[in-house]
């Protein structure tokens, strides 16, 4: 069994980023199989997207509390310098420039949710406040084992 890994908290600024890659929308509990089918078929493709600027890292989206229909779901990404010749069956998404509360995961996907607990609750103590309608990320260094990723934690900050 693989034990689950937390680093330290931390707080980041990052500018606008660029993603193309694939929105899933579906029911509350089938993402934690979706989002890896839809990561999977993005880590497949991705010579067919143009200016990528790391593809060693995929990038999730998502809003915690979507405003309208186009921000609910989820979002797998990759980030690039511009769009250009999106594939059809493809999305982009642009990411404004946010401060974020940050912190590392390494374990099953499954797990996820009480890393967030604990940066939420680091937040808290921080006297920091979330921003729920913002555009929260997942930054992954490992993905091909549902069982033992490796992401980055990026919740948005007001």
């Avoid at 680093?7 to 890896?36: H, Q, S, T, W």
């Avoid at 594939?87 to 499954?110: C, E, F, H, K």
Wanted: proline share 4%.
């Amino acid at each position: 069994m693989t034990e689950n890994v937390y680093n330290e908290n931390g707080i980041k600024d990052l500018g606008e980023m660029k993603l193309v890659g694939f929105r899933v929308l579906c029911a509350g509990d089938k993402y934690i199989y979706e989002i890896p089918r839809a990561t999977k078929r993005l880590s497949d493709r991705l010579k067919e997207i143009k200016h990528v600027l790391y593809p060693h890292l995929l990038n999730g989206a998502f809003v915690v509390e979507p405003s309208s229909d186009e921000e609910d779901g989820y979002w797998i990404g990759v980030e690039v310098e511009e769009f250009e010749d999106i594939p059809a069956d493809m999305v982009t998404l642009t990411i404004p420039s946010q401060s974020y509360a940050s912190t590392t995961y390494r374990g099953p996907n499954y797990d996820i949710r009480k890393a967030y607990r604990e940066l939420h609750t680091w937040i808290e103590q921080q006297g920091l406040e979330r921003n729920v309608n913002g555009w929260h990320l997942e930054v992954f260094h490992e993905w091909e084992d549902a069982d033992n990723i490796g992401v980055e934690l990026l919740d948005t900050l007001h």
